[in-house]
């Protein structure tokens, strides 16, 4: 092959690696030309529109292919520095070799920036040699988009913070999934569902911003921070605050006419400490055995198994006329999924309604959650109605298989989601 070709294969063969990855967390956005770094465009999926007041900041990733060690890549130092200052949002994404030989390496502006400059064609430039790359190389995937969210987050924070800073009442929109992934991630808990006490804690206190707008410091980290650890700070400073909360029967924020009761806000607050120590130990402890990207790639498979039921079967049901009169309310639906002996690789996984109960699936080489709430929402309620009980067979059937990848932090009576949307 002419070594053009070669060099163009090899970038072809980088950036699909680097798209299918980026794709993973983010959505990928493409330039027509290549200018100041960009390969790719990134934007976090939990962010707002582009007409946002605080419209999303975008991540900047520069990919590099090497065939093997000898390869070696150069930066240009004007990518990484805006007058003098580092690019936050520039990453460099680094793929060396070939199949099962295939390794990852993965600097941010600040890893570069200590890297040996040289000059190349009259530029000034960061040697990525393989010594040079070799401290920065990646054994797992989460860990480095776990990288690009927490600083494109951070820059988007530091960016709504300067909105915030210029007006008086901030409007805030969010909805259960406003967190950061790992907070979403359906690890089974005693305390409680994180998505379900931030969204309650939220909703309790968004009315106030609009009242109060001393208030809106504390209010706004709580309304859209991903960080649960900051939103448990924030509302400490807000029912520690004497001015507007006391910690008695007769507990109000006085604002205006309004009355705002806070023993609720103590109640969810115990809960979310509780249920947030133990999620942060549950992930921490997937993540110690090598288990975390399995036990995202299970939850979703499960996922897709269940848009496919939501699909192919749950919405032509609800649309159908005569459905009410053909289907028992109390028809369960069921998910089985089955792993490959001594892997938690998936055999094979479906969703359906089992209409012959006596065909339940109850064996020890599946793993089955089944929910009989299902068909009655759908043909009383609507479609929308049903999901909650769909996602619960999803935590239901997570909460199998982390019980299964972590006997020592087994859960047995974790708490069902209640909000979603």
Known sequence: MPQWQKVMANGELGEARARALLLQRFYVLDRSIDKDGADFLIQLKSEGKFSDLA???LGIVQVKFCENSDTSHYIPIDYVLDNGRLIKEFFVLITEGFEERKINYFLTSSDLSTLPKVDKKGKICYSLTHKNRLPFKKGSESEILDDIHDRISERNEEQNNLIYKSINIPDFNFDTTSLH??????IPNEFGVITDLIYKARIKIKPQVYELDNFSINSSVLLTSEDVNKCIISIDNIINDENYITNSKDVFIRIGSFGYGAEDMFKIQRELKSAADVHIRRIGSLRKRGLLDKFLEINNAVIESHEKFINDILSPLAASGDSR?????????????????NSFEI???STDFIFDKTKLEISNNFLVSCN???????????????????????????KYIFNIMCPDQKCTNSKEIIYIG
């Open 372 to 398: 009989k709430e299902i068909i009655k929402k759908v043909l009383t309620e609507g479609t929308g109605y049903a999901l909650r009980e769909i996602i619960r067979i999803r935590y239901d059937i997570m």
């Open 325 to 341: 009169d053909r289907i028992p309310f109390d028809t369960p639906a069921q998910t089985k999924i089955k792993l490959k002996d």
């Open 55 to 57: 419209a999303p900041r």
């Open 347 to 349: 055999e094979n996984i």
């Open 181 to 186: 992934y790992e907070w979403i991630l359906p």
